[in-house]
């Protein structure tokens, strides 16, 4: 099971972290990832950190204003974002892909939160 947590409406620019409990899985034999889904919009990989922890991965829009990390000892991963733009208006969804797959790919994330809603205002 997967629970995200930390979303909510804010103004531009200002940070936010999100968070993922993972349970009933093994935490460090799952890559895992953040996905979001604007309205009418597909639903596009954010950010992924490899069930090692130390390989992550960032779609461009994002590069530099966020930061994927993961806490083995918590079960938790978490998404930093700071410099808010409306244009990061979506639910946001954390994943779980088994480490066999990629981590930056999304294909392989099979295991899904419930998603949090993050609205930014200009």
């Known amino acids: 099971q997967l629970v995200e947590s930390g979303g909510g409406s804010v103004q531009a620019v200002v940070s936010l972290t999100l968070s993922c409990a993972a349970s009933?899985?093994?935490?460090?034999?799952?890559?895992m990832g953040w996905f979001r889904q604007a309205p009418g919009k597909d639903r596009e990989l954010v950010a992924t950190v490899r069930w090692s922890g130390g390989t992550t991965y960032y779609t461009d829009s994002v590069k530099g204003r966020c930061t994927i990390s993961r806490d083995k000892a918590k079960c938790t991963m978490y998404l930093q974002m700071n410099s808010l733009k409306p244009e990061d208006t979506a639910v946001y969804y954390c994943?779980?892909?088994?480490?066999?797959?990629?981590?930056?790919?999304?294909?392989?994330?099979?295991?899904w939160g419930q998603g949090t809603q993050v609205t930014v205002s200009s």
């Open positions: 994943a779980a892909a088994e480490r066999r797959y990629s981590h930056y790919l999304a294909v392989g994330y099979a295991y």
């Open positions: 009933g899985l093994t935490f460090t034999d799952y890559n």
